[in-house]
């Protein structure tokens, strides 16, 4: 059993920047294909980032952010930057735990979820 547990939100002001983090446990984090979503209050959850043999992201959020891991920690990570309070919302991280040589972009192509961290920025 995978478990995924999600830090680093918090209010920002516009501008601003985080880093979110991603703790993951039981199981081989080398082997998985993650991925970052995020929700907004009564939106679907999106996709924002993905990370297997190549890293994916949603055009809405390319060049400001980034995904990344460290494997020895075992620890997906997204640094947002200049922040804008349209990126509002519970950020999610997501575990495949079989390889994909493209990250999916859709739910369904997760099998892990963590309970989400929320971030909010002020304008």
């Known amino acids: 059993q995978v478990q995924l547990v999600e830090s680093g939100g918090g209010l920002v002001q516009a501008g601003g920047s985080l880093r979110l983090s991603c703790a993951a446990s039981?199981?081989?984090?080398?082997?998985?294909?993650m991925g970052w979503f995020r929700q907004a209050p009564e939106k679907e959850r999106q996709f924002v980032a993905g990370?297997?043999?190549?890293?994916r992201y949603a055009d809405s959020v390319k060049g400001r952010f980034t995904i990344s891991r460290d494997n020895a920690k075992n620890t997906l990570y997204l640094t947002i930057n200049t922040l804008k309070p349209e990126d509002t919302a519970v950020y999610y991280c997501a575990a495949r735990t079989r390889r994909t040589i493209l990250p999916g972009s859709a739910f369904y192509d997760y099998d892990y979820w963590g309970q989400g961290t929320q971030v909010t920025v002020s304008s």
């Open positions: 990370m297997s043999a190549v890293t």
């Open positions: 039981g199981g081989t984090f080398t082997d998985y294909t």
